[in-house]
């Protein structure tokens, strides 16, 4: 974290990133949540996409914590933003059918 300001900005959302996949990995999913959406909404768009990126894998944490409503609100975003033709949009979707399917299936 004390490396962020460092870097330049086309390489702040990738940091900042990294940042968010350390505490996913270690099983900090709230603390992983609150910096993957800082690379959304915090670091400036790249090239790259990182700022999807991020919100699927806040997706991805919000449904191990089972907020499926705020997950599937994640991947929603991501089919928006990318198309549901680009591949991380694909996942997205298909992120999307297994969260409608668990929530039919808990009715």
């Known amino acids: 974290k004390q490396l962020r300001p460092l870097v330049r900005a086309d390489n702040e959302a990738e940091v900042q990133y990294w940042i968010a996949k350390s505490y996913s ?9 609150i910096e993957f959406l800082k690379v959304r909404y915090q670091c400036k768009q790249t090239k790259l996409p990182w700022g999807a990126t991020a919100l699927y894998e806040a997706g991805n ?5 089972g907020n499926l409503d705020k997950a599937k609100e994640m991947f929603q975003l991501v089919v ?3 198309g549901a033709t680009d ?5 997205a979707n298909a992120k999307i059918d ?4 668990e929530i039919e299936a808990r009715s």
């Open 25 to 33: 990995d270690a099983g900090i999913t709230e603390q992983a949540i």
């Open 80 to 82: 928006q933003e990318r």
């Open 61 to 65: 944490g919000y449904r191990k914590l």
């Open 87 to 91: 591949n991380i949009g694909r996942a």
């Open 98 to 101: 297994e969260i409608n399917a």
